[in-house]
């Protein structure tokens, strides 16, 4: 947040922001004529921050605060001053149709520099020498390696950048320029813009928002921030606050914990805190499990959860474990979860094994039975679920998701307290990273999870007089 003395520039012609208060207020028509008259709205307050050296600089925050068009002008400016070889990069361009090319052509010509600049057909070139290319970043070796003599890289739509990207990108843009005297005169920069994801993506990992490196640039602009806002983005953003409060903390303000294309929500999932009740209130208590195809890095891992049902009106994690592990290291950690949950002294013993009928699913059936462990196959038409995987997510928000058109606060699906499971909040982040564009990473723990709602539902659990609860994410 800017200083008091910067307030002004967190404005459009139209509407101002009031920081003692809070809270947007329409300008009087005295300050809209001096508004007008000083084109405070012409840049960001954070502008001339681009122009300083710094090795990173990394600006995030969500929809409407001009990112794009800020580095754009500052770009443009910097390589007005002297020749610069600078490079446009995304992680996937499939063509210069997904680049950042047209919105700096758009700005050239509304700062007025098209004497200066001219576009060609793969780049824009200034008539001091410096270069503007465009250039994808996964998959492409080379277009890694033409970064080594860049005076700049800006990374745009960072969040979508993978760790791989990140980690070759970064120390292969190394440019560095000396005076005869051996003072460092000019050190390369790689700069990045992104909306926050529902989780956090590398590049907020590597450039948290409390930032403790004196070599970068960084900060969260939100549409507050943009000194030329549209009306029609105010007004929606202020409409998406009333309405949908989880939704505008993360589009609107670039929060983690919720995109538009969440299937589950962190907030539909309630807590509980006694579970020596929760257990003696269970009815029936089952194990799922999901199985890995590889063990590799990049692989899921193999989930076991234990579950209970109470009375077909409430379902409860009790307990899970996750790993990757080798085969025979799996059936020894199946069968110690088995165990666990089968000793009278624990509680409630467990009746059923449900593994996936996928990868190495179909061996463990097998080798548990072989133990008298009563291992049954899970597949999702048996429980009138949908086989692609998004669908079947979606279907599993109905259940998790409380009926607010009932009036209800809270869904039927209850997880442990971090004093029962100190690793549920990872569990509610990796279910809130699975989203409708099906650019999550891993899905396992949840499709464990899956597994154990449809299970309940099929015992007649999570849609009580046989109701279907409203459709999450705007549907019905």
């Given at each position: 947040m800017a200083t008091l003395q910067q307030a002004v520039h967190f404005a459009t012609q139209y509407h101002i922001y009031d920081e003692g208060m809070g809270v947007w207020r329409e300008r009087n028509e005295h300050e809209q004529h001096e508004a007008a008259n000083a084109q405070v709205y012409d840049r960001a307050w954070w502008w001339p921050e681009l122009l300083k050296p710094k090795r990173y600089k990394a600006v995030d925050g969500g929809r409407g605060?001009?990112?794009?068009?800020?580095f754009a002008q500052a770009l443009l400016h910097l390589g007005s001053q002297r020749p610069l070889f600078i490079v446009c990069a995304r992680e996937?361009?499939?063509?210069?149709?997904?680049?950042?090319?047209?919105?700096?052509e758009d700005e050239i010509r509304r700062m007025n520099l098209e004497s200066y600049y001219r576009s060609t057909r793969e780049e824009i070139q200034g008539v001091n020498g410096t270069r503007f290319v465009f250039k994808g970043l996964r998959s492409n070796p080379d277009?890694?390696?033409?970064?080594?003599g860049c005076d700049i890289c800006w990374v745009e739509e960072a969040q979508s950048i993978s760790q791989e990207s990140l980690d070759m990108l970064i120390p292969t843009v190394r440019k560095e320029e000396y005076n005869d005297d051996g003072e460092l005169v000019w050190q390369s920069e790689v700069w990045f813009s992104w909306n926050e994801k529902a989780v956090m993506c590398p590049v907020g990992e590597r450039f948290p928002k409390d930032n403790p490196y004196d070599n970068t640039y960084r900060l969260r602009v939100n549409y507050y921030d943009n000194p030329f806002l549209p009306s029609v983005l105010f007004e929606e953003a202020q409409a998406c606050r009333v309405l949908f409060?989880?939704?505008?903390?993360?589009?609107?303000?670039?929060?983690?914990?919720h995109t538009e294309f969440q299937i589950l929500r962190p907030e539909w999932w309630p807590l509980y805190v006694d579970y020596t009740d929760v257990e003696r209130r269970c009815t029936y208590k089952f194990?799922?499990?999901?199985?890995?195809?590889?063990?590799?890095?990049?692989?899921?891992?193999?989930?076991?959860?234990?579950?209970?049902?109470?009375?077909?009106?409430?379902?409860?994690?009790?307990?899970?474990?996750?790993?990757?592990?080798?085969?025979?290291?799996?059936?020894?950690q199946a069968r110690k979860f088995w165990k666990k949950h089968s000793d009278p002294t624990y509680g409630r013993q467990v009746r059923e094994f449900w593994v996936e009928k996928k990868a190495s699913g179909?061996?463990?059936?097998?080798?548990?039975?072989?133990?008298?462990?009563?291992?049954?196959?899970?597949?999702?038409?048996?429980?009138?679920?949908?086989?692609?995987?998004i669908a079947g997510f979606k279907?599993?928000?109905?259940?998790?998701?409380?009926?607010?058109?009932?009036?209800?606060?809270?869904?039927?699906?209850?997880?442990?307290?971090?004093?029962?499971?100190?690793?549920?909040?990872?569990?509610?982040?990796?279910?809130?990273?699975?989203?409708?564009d099906d650019s999550h990473e891993h899905d396992d723990r949840g499709d464990a999870a899956k597994m154990a709602v449809s299970i309940f539902r099929k015992m007649g659990g999570g849609r009580k007089h046989g109701r279907r609860p409203t459709k999450p994410n705007g549907g019905t």
């Open positions: 605060g001009a990112k794009s068009w800020t996937i361009q499939n063509s210069l149709a997904d680049s950042v090319k047209k919105l700096i277009a890694v390696k033409s970064l080594e409060p989880a939704r505008y903390r993360s589009i609107w303000l670039g929060e983690t914990g194990i799922t499990a999901d199985t890995a195809f590889e063990t590799g890095q990049e692989n899921d891992y193999s989930v076991f959860q234990c579950w209970g049902i109470e009375n077909r009106q409430r379902l409860y994690m009790l307990d899970e474990v996750y790993g990757k592990w080798e085969f025979p290291e799996l059936v020894t179909h061996s463990l059936i097998q080798t548990l039975r072989r133990e008298k462990i009563k291992a049954r196959g899970w597949l999702p038409k048996k429980f009138q679920f949908p086989d692609n995987k279907e599993m928000s109905w259940i998790v998701a409380p009926d607010v058109a009932s009036g209800e606060t809270t869904g039927d699906v209850w997880l442990p307290h971090e004093s029962i499971y100190p690793d549920i909040d990872s569990f509610i982040d990796h279910c809130g990273a699975i989203s409708e």
